[in-house]
């Protein structure tokens, strides 16, 4: 952990937030609905050899329509989705894309993430490839050498860090120190409690994200709880903070 931050307490309504929220039902059964058909007619269209399915309201697999995506399946280990194309590892990444960009409470850029490469138009996957080698070493990002980008990422066309950290989440689902999430909300809601970081999400660095991600890591240690609690309560509370504030704002106007 960062020797600067060593001085930062979990704060009490964090505590007793998190105390409320069984784990595995508030974290892996977190759920959205996505549109199967907006996702798979542009991954026809970009050629990229995927498709992504979810779950109607009686629980069967579809691959066309509105389903329902649970955070639990972005990972390998209790995805119960079928998957026949043998890309696990980009089908992962659209999928975290998928869950990510639908989620009332999470980033809400409704765009397509195109992930070929055109400068090797024989080998589109190969840069993406070499970056999910990268977030799937443990500990993740590390020694990614020649493909890093300035900032210490993977090289990873149209991914930005959010949906990067998301991916390494998915995929580390058995590490002690597990990656992270990496949202706007939460880094805001950190600040505000005393985390002396540059706010903005798409300018940071590995080293920064590492950061975070240790501290979301104390707190939960601190709190008895898992860091994923930690991060949503980050954002559960900055939303509340806004939402105050928007009332109040009307209050004034009214």
């Avoid at 309504?13 to 996505?34: G, K, T």
């Avoid at 909300?185 to 991600?213: C, D, K, M």
């Avoid at 994923?228 to 209050?251: C, F, S």
Wanted: with cysteine.
């Amino acid at each position: 952990m960062d020797p600067r931050d060593a001085s930062l307490t979990v704060p009490g309504d964090c505590v007793r937030w998190c105390a409320s929220q069984p784990p595995e039902l508030a974290v892996l059964d977190d759920m959205v609905a996505i549109d199967l058909d907006w996702w798979n007619t542009r991954l026809d269209c970009h050629k990229i050899p995927v498709r992504l399915a979810g779950r109607d309201p009686d629980g069967q697999q579809v691959d066309t329509g509105i389903a329902f995506l649970r955070r639990g399946d972005l990972q390998r280990s209790t995805c119960t989705l079928e998957f026949g194309n043998g890309w696990w590892d980009l089908t992962a990444l659209y999928l975290c894309a998928a869950w990510l960009y639908a989620h009332p409470h999470r980033g809400r850029s409704r765009r397509f993430v195109d992930v070929r490469n055109w400068t090797t138009p024989q080998q589109p996957f190969s840069v993406i490839s070499a970056a999910f080698a990268a977030c799937e070493r443990s500990p993740a990002l590390i020694d990614a050498g020649p493909i890093r980008e300035w900032s210490g990422w993977p090289k990873a066309p149209g991914v930005g860090p959010s949906l990067l950290s998301l991916y390494c989440w998915a995929v580390h689902a058995d590490d002690a120190d597990r990656p992270q999430l990496l949202d706007q909300q939460a880094v805001s809601s950190l600040i505000r409690h005393g985390w002396l970081e540059n706010p903005s999400v798409p300018g940071f660095s590995v080293a920064r994200y590492t950061r975070y991600t240790d501290l979301l890591h104390h707190w939960a240690r601190q709190a008895g709880t898992t860091a994923e609690l930690v991060e949503m309560w980050l954002t559960h509370t900055w939303r509340e903070r806004v939402a105050a504030a928007d009332r109040l704002r009307d209050n004034h106007t009214a």
